[in-house]
Structure formats: structure tokens, C-alpha cells
């Protein structure tokens, strides 16, 4: 290598190593500048999230449910999720809305309105985006109508022979009733045969047999909580002054209050709220307009979340 070759060498040497200060020098003061940055951010302090005072306005979501969990037995809620979720066990009756029906309630807080004032008090001192459960017991949830609930013997009579008006028998079976006419009983399922008419007035016959399964209530085959079955026990045609008596045998367990409805009769709905076995008697809840039976007298649960609070 000649002088001039090894001159320009060293001079390049000593240009890279003036480059790589240059770079090691730049590195530094980043770091520097990144510890200051990160160093000065700790000290700042986010603004707290807003609380709910007394008067504000709040938007909440909330799951409503009779047992101490959010997963089972809901009866109401806002949020659709919760209302289309399958594996989350409803309700006897449990309604489920449109779709875009679900959408946040709003209310004033601790100030009575519509709602049940323990869950318009409830969501004072929570801060948006807070979680919590609250429990109202019966005495401050939905009272309960006396004139609504209706104790029944577990083994039930039903005459052999019973009346009818033709109009009535007309609306119900959808034919004219002649002698020896055969349908199946619109209530007992089991099958009856007309045996006097008189007038307006229609006499038939029930002709159940000894062990026959019926299911007067309603149909647990396609909802197992849809009604219970009845299993028949004795037929007596001479009992009861000559009309007969048929005796039919609830199949339910004390296991079954509130885990069952039903539709009587009447066509009215109600809720099987108690089977006494000693006593041999269950108890019936009947639904009114505005009213059912299933939420009165009971402790309630809510679920809520605040989504938004405008202040008061």
C-alpha cells in the first residue's frame, strides 16, 4: 500500500469514528429526552370519572333476575345480548322485545319517578362505568294482590256429567252438537260424548280412563315449565248425586313452585308459587293487566352499569 493509499485510510477511520460520536451523541440526548418525557407524564393526573348525585340524569344498562346472580332466571334487562342469549335461563315470563327496543334507560336519580325507588336510589355514589348489584326486597318491589292467589286441592274432582249452552259448545268445539257427537274435552284433553240436549242447554259426558295422563294447564312436552300433567286416579259415575265424579291427581312437587305457569279454565295465566304436601294442596298466582303474578311478593336483583351522567 503506497502512503497516499494509506493516508486516505486513516483519514476514512477517522471520519467513520466522528460519525459514530455524532450517532452515540444523538442516541444519548433521545434517551435523555425520552426519560424527561416519561419522567414529567407520571405526574399527570387524569380527571376523575363523573359520580351520580342526587338529581342528575343517567343513562344505566341492567339485567333484572330473582336469584343472586346475573345468569339465571332474568326477567328483564336492557341489553339484547342478554335478552337473545339462549344460555341464559328467563323467566317464567319473560318477554322478549324487538330488537331495537334494548336500548339504555334514563332516569333522575334518587328522585321518584316510574321505577322503583331502591333502584332510582341505588345508582347514587356510582361513577361511570361502574358495576354493581342491588337487591330490593319484596315489601319494596311489587306487593302482592291477595285476590290473585288461589289454593287448589293436588287431587281435583271433575263431574262425569256436565252442561254446556249450545252457543258456548258451538264457540268452543267449532261444531253443532248432536246426540252421540264425540270430541275430545277442550280443557281435561280426554274424550267426551254429548248425551241430552235440551233447549239451549248441552249435556255431555267425560270419559277418561283410570290412569289416563292429561295435561289440563298446559303443554310440558314442547316447554317443561308450560303447564304440568295430571294423571287420572278414579271414575265414579254414581257418585255426586248421579253426575259422577272424576278424580284427577296433580303430578307436582314442592320442587315446581315458581318453576312453572299455567292457563287455567278461564283463560287467565298464572304462576305456581307453592305445593304443600302435607297439606296436599299447590298455590296459583294469577296475571291481571299490569300485573303478574310471578313478580309479586319476591325480592329482586338488579344488575346495572352506568353508562352516562349529565349533571343536575
Known amino acids: ?130 358495576t354493581k348489584t342491588i337487591s330490593i326486597p319484596a315489601e319494596n318491589a311489587y306487593p302482592v294482590n291477595p285476590e290473585n292467589i288461589v289454593s287448589l286441592p293436588l287431587n281435583q274432582s271433575v263431574p262425569v256429567l256436565e252442561t254446556i249452552s249450545i252457543n258456548e259448545f258451538v264457540s268452543t268445539y267449532e261444531l253443532t252438537p248432536v246426540l252421540g257427537l264425540q270430541v275430545q274435552h277442550s280443557y281435561w284433553e280426554w274424550n267426551m260424548v254429548v248425551v241430552n240436549i235440551s233447549g239451549d242447554i248441552v249435556t255431555y259426558q267425560n270419559e277418561p280412563w283410570v290412569d289416563q295422563i292429561v295435561s289440563a294447564y298446559g303443554d310440558p312436552s314442547e316447554d317443561p315449565r308450560d303447564g304440568w300433567y295430571q294423571r287420572v286416579i278414579a271414575v265414579d259415575p254414581s257418585a255426586n248425586g248421579g253426575l259422577g265424579q272424576i278424580t284427577v291427581a296433580n303430578l307436582i312437587t314442592f320442587q315446581d313452585a315458581y318453576q312453572k305457569k299455567g292457563l287455567d279454565n278461564d283463560m287467565r295465566f298464572f304462576t305456581l308459587v307453592e305445593v304443600d304436601e302435607e297439606s296436599k294442596t299447590f298455590t296459583i298466582h294469577y296475571n291481571d293487566q ?15 352499569t352506568v353508562n352516562k351522567v349529565l349533571k343536575g
Request: hydrophobic share 40%; charged share 15%; no cysteine.
Open 290 to 304: 299490569n300485573y303478574i303474578g310471578e313478580m309479586a311478593g319476591r325480592t329482586l336483583y338488579f344488575e346495572i
Open 1 to 130: 500500500m503506497s502512503e497516499k493509499g494509506s493516508s486516505s485510510g486513516i483519514r476514512l477511520v477517522l471520519s467513520d469514528k466522528r460519525i459514530y460520536a455524532i450517532l452515540i451523541a444523538v442516541l444519548l440526548l433521545s434517551i435523555v429526552g425520552i426519560g424527561y418525557v416519561v419522567t414529567t407524564s407520571s405526574g399527570i393526573q387524569s380527571e376523575p370519572l363523573p359520580m351520580v348525585d342526587i338529581g342528575d340524569h343517567v343513562y344505566v344498562d341492567y339485567v333484572g333476575f330473582f336469584a343472586p346472580n346475573p345468569g339465571g332466571w332474568v326477567f328483564d334487562t336492557s341489553k339484547r345480548i342478554v335478552a337473545y342469549d339462549d344460555a341464559i335461563t328467563k323467566s317464567l315470563y319473560f318477554h322478549q322485545r324487538e330488537p331495537k327496543e334494548y336500548t339504555t334507560l334514563n332516569f333522575t336519580a334518587g328522585i321518584s319517578g316510574a321505577l322503583l325507588d331502591p333502584f332510582i336510589d341505588g345508582v347514587v355514589g356510582m361513577i361511570v362505568t361502574q
